[in-house]
């Protein structure tokens, strides 16, 4: 099928990219770069760099004639949203509705939706967190991130579009930028290559749901088949320690370089992991990249790219 991946040549969307051509899929990238690299682009996927706001996009959805849109585009940093939260809402919210009504009105399949499991959540009540957690974001960015799904819900109530929800744990891997609002894989690993000390927030025993991209990427092939008009926590069930991140890159990097220890980040969830469960029964979902395994991949590709 023909597929448009909007912020393909990002992080996680150049992996969705690799994982659709693999598929024997048909795919073009629509990217305006601010975040993204021209060289993720799988060379077997067109690249239209073009911004989702643009005039030109509504062009390439009538030329491309896509039966899936997988919709990665975003402004992704927690911070940013903060200092700026009328440009996170345009892009995030009002992006997400732009790409929801062109694909409604181009006759459109189905959108993929990327979401996000650690901020539309809130302050987690129990956990893991499962999908009837009620939704309270605590930031600009979550809230921005729930936007864009209740766009694709009033879409589909009004014009019918199909859509799948995906809202993911920390994802990590290969192409992560450590630099700006990176993961704390990235930013570590990094660091460490460079013989650099990494600091740690608060006492470092804070636990978030990290996910290796790989499994994301499969994630948003199955969905194409499946999943329709829901949401699903995509995320391993389990809470991984920063400084359990630090001692597993320590050894993966050899590095010999304490830690030294800062306040906690103002607002951050302490502790927070995904219940994955609807996944699996409905998508046929499960992680498969065990997190030592995923940094073994992780630091390998950091050393190769350096």
């Known amino acids: ?83 700026d939260p009328v440009h996170d809402l345009e892009v995030n919210g009002g992006g997400t509705a732009r790409i929801a009504q062109l694909a409604a009105r181009q006759g459109v399949r189905k959108v993929i939706y990327a979401s996000s499991g650690g901020t539309v959540y809130g302050e987690p009540q129990s956990l893991p967190v499962t999908e009837s957690h009620p939704i309270a974001p605590m930031s600009n960015y979550g809230l921005s991130k729930y936007t864009g799904e209740l766009y694709l819900e009033l879409t589909h109530r009004t014009a019918g579009l199909d859509y799948t929800t995906l809202r993911y744990g920390n994802a990590y891997g290969p192409r992560q930028d450590p630099h700006g609002e990176a993961g704390v894989v990235a930013i570590f690993t990094g660091l460490m290559l460079r013989g650099e000390q990494c600091t740690i927030d608060g006492d470092g025993e804070q636990k978030k749901d990290y996910l290796y991209v790989g499994d994301i990427a499969r994630a948003n092939v199955l969905a194409l088949t499946a999943g329709s008009c829901e949401a699903y926590n995509v995320g391993t069930g389990e809470g991984t320690t920063v400084n359990t991140i630090f001692s597993t890159l320590n050894r993966a990097t050899a590095n010999a370089i304490e830690p030294r220890y800062g306040p906690p980040r103002p607002g951050d969830v302490r502790n927070f992991w995904l219940d994955s469960a609807k996944a699996g029964r409905e998508l046929g979902w499960a992680p498969r990249v065990s997190f030592d395994e995923g940094i073994t991949l992780t630091v390998a590709w950091f050393q190769a790219n350096r």
């Open 1 to 83: 099928m023909r597929i448009m991946v909007t912020g393909g040549a990002g992080f996680i969307g150049s992996h969705i990219v690799e994982a659709y051509l693999a598929e024997g899929h048909e795919v073009c990238v629509l990217d305006n770069l601010a975040t993204g690299r021209r060289a993720n682009v799988h060379r077997d996927a067109r690249l239209y760099e073009i911004d989702i706001h643009a005039r030109e996009t509504e062009r390439l959805f009538e030329e491309f004639h896509p039966e899936v849109v997988n919709h990665h585009a975003a402004q992704a940093s927690v911070k940013v949203s903060s200092g």
